[in-house]
């Protein structure tokens, strides 16, 4: 019988790393190709105008406001956007998390005199019931919130009027949650901005929707809309205190019960006014 034996350098080393190199490139190929793809099919689609009959028997939604400070330029523009939203029944929850942020407190108290017909309300203090301070930020609005459906927005999300139906008509009969792809508005023409603008259409895109159109748990919970009995059924928003990735643990949490996670049709529209390759960074590494 004829025996072989191999040593460690009669192996092709550099045919090795070429394949290597193939395989790796066509993983990043195939992404791209799925999220495009993805992208393409369920991205920037009309949103349905309901007739007055059925504006009627849609389900009130609890927006959360989460806010800590007055630093951010366009911040007031940002939640200036949530008093024209074209929904019929929502209300607006403030959470600020200093009690002594007075300037912040006028200024949100300013929105809602000049926006009297929108539902809106103020809370001043973060509750301590765990380690994050935004689910801490917003326990108030939670336990006081009167609609079934509960919508987590950033400060520096600005919505367009017509967002928040999207996102509701997205919440089927199977649906739990409904989030939206993170993409930065069009601003300055900074460097940092650029910088931020194509990391979120490019790379964490390509991930983003390629994870969702896969079944892949891929959410984050700057902007997005559940069905509040869910995380009732299990202790309330207090639970999620204890991570510091609320968003995938209310996700997976909504999965586990057999409800279903999807994309909204729209991007989230991020509009911070201050953006620094240093801010930049530390958002990465958080």
Known sequence: MA???????????????SWICL??????L???LISLIYGKMHLHKAVQREDEEKCVILP???IAKPLSDLSDPNLVDNLASFFTLNYPTYEIIFCIQDEAAHELINVVNGLIAKYPDVDAKVYTGAKEAGVNPKVNNMLNAYESAQYPLFLISDAGIRMNEDTL????????DKVGLVHQLPRMMDGDLRFSRVVEKVWFAGAHARVYLSANACGINCMTSMSCLFRKKILDEEGGMRILSSYLGEDFFLSQLIINKGWRVVLSSQPTGQNPGLSTLTSFKARMMR
């Not at 025996?3 to 790393?17: A, E, N």
């Not at 395989?23 to 990043?28: E, G, S, Y």
């Not at 139906?165 to 089927?172: N, Y």
């Open 30 to 32: 195939g992404f791209y």
């Open 165 to 172: 139906m999207d996102m509701v008509q997205h919440l089927t």
């Open 23 to 28: 395989l790796v490139w066509l993983t990043i």
């Open 3 to 17: 025996s072989f034996s191999y040593s460690f350098y009669s192996i092709d080393w550099c045919s090795l790393l």
């Open 60 to 62: 009130g939604v609890t």
